[in-house]
């Protein structure tokens, strides 16, 4: 099914099962988990996994639909299980829902990032990656149109959870949202990504990037973020990406590589995160991932406290925030960051790398990449060991990066450091 609609439209849901009946809940998760709808799938139908699923999708008829009217823009879960046996889970699916009033309700838009779910979902075989595929094979092209796994409980829900229990008002839509509905973008004054969000079309950047020269904020409390570029095909129901086998890549052999389906890194795409976010895989890497630095303490460490991100939090220059409680830690999985030359214990952007001019380092914690995941690139420096890196910069709007995929961790822990940053940024740019 599609993973976004208006609110107020009718979701359709393609199943395939077997039995008499199950039953079915839809719970929209905020603030809280809240059950907005329930009931029957009566005699369902079971039908065959086409072999190329995984990449173009299972083509179900529509076995479930769900009415929408007047439910509220978010993230809605739906649960199914037996009623025979144990009342148990057996399945699960997710929609977004965007507002029908784009602006009317919130100024804060929090797009989420459903392109990674995608990209790591390895149903019927295939993953844009090799660890999880069929025989250990990295698909290329993978299918919107297949059961998902959503990484929204690990990454954006305890953000959302801390925002709209704090009283922040979200309006929600889709990475694809950004490249099918851009229009929706000038309603807002802030616009977030939150935890992993990896894979980006180059619809989806030019929107994004034209949004902050035009005065948009925009606020990264993500990391690893616009790493990969992706192609939408069949209108948005699938992404093709042969990242570090670009020269299969049908563009490559073309005279324009802008929508080369590798690194935005890469010489060849030539289009660095750097100059959206500020920093960039290629600089940051792993924190207590990947066998680098698995002993990192999880923090931050302050260098400009004076600036405006912190203040309410009494940091001093040198001190470590972030990783006040164990399980909570902010820097860790994957970090961007930027190429950096430090003068008197202070670090500044060499700005080479593409980070903007005027991009003010607020705060670092070290990173590197595993080799085997870098190494395939001719251009990489063997053994560089780089940094995640918080700042910001301003462009027609406002952007701000926590350089990190697990920033939402201290959300959820509590901690007083990064609450006060997070309120300082919402209440900021936000309003």
Known sequence: MPQ?????EDVK??????????????FRLGAAKEEVASGMVENPSAHDIPKDASARGCRWPVGLTIHTANWKSGYYAVTFGSTKGRNVDLADAFFVLRPRQPGR??????QLATNTYNAY???AGYSLYAYHGRHRVQGRRVSFDRPQFSQFPRWEEPFVRWAEKSGYALDYCTNLDLEFHPEMLRHYKLVLSVGHDEYW??????????????GGNVTFFSGNTCCWQVRTEEEGRALACWKQSFGDDPVYKSSDHKTLTSLWSHYLVDRPENTLTGVGFLWGGYHRSHEQFMDGSGAFTAHRPEHWLF??????????????????????YECDGCELVWKDGVPFPTHADGTPKGFEVLAT???RWHPDDCEWYERWQKGRTGNAVMGTYTRGGTVVTVGTTDWAFGLRGNDPNVVRITKNVLDKLGK
């Not at 976004?4 to 107020?8: F, I, K, R, V």
């Not at 849901?13 to 839809?26: A, P």
């Not at 309700?105 to 929090?110: E, P, S």
């Open 311 to 332: 203040a309410g939090t009494n940091l001093k220059r040198g001190d470590a925030f972030g990783a006040k409680l164990p399980g909570y830690k902010v820097v860790g």
């Open 13 to 26: 849901v393609r199943l395939s099962c077997q039995g008499d009946s199950y039953w079915y809940k839809v």
């Open 201 to 214: 079309s180059a619809p989806m950047r030019d929107a994004v990037e034209k949004y902050i020269e035009s």
């Open 365 to 367: 914690a070290p990173a």
């Open 105 to 110: 309700d919130a100024r804060v838009l929090i």
């Open 4 to 8: 976004s609609y208006l609110a107020g």
């Open 121 to 123: 979902t390895n149903w």
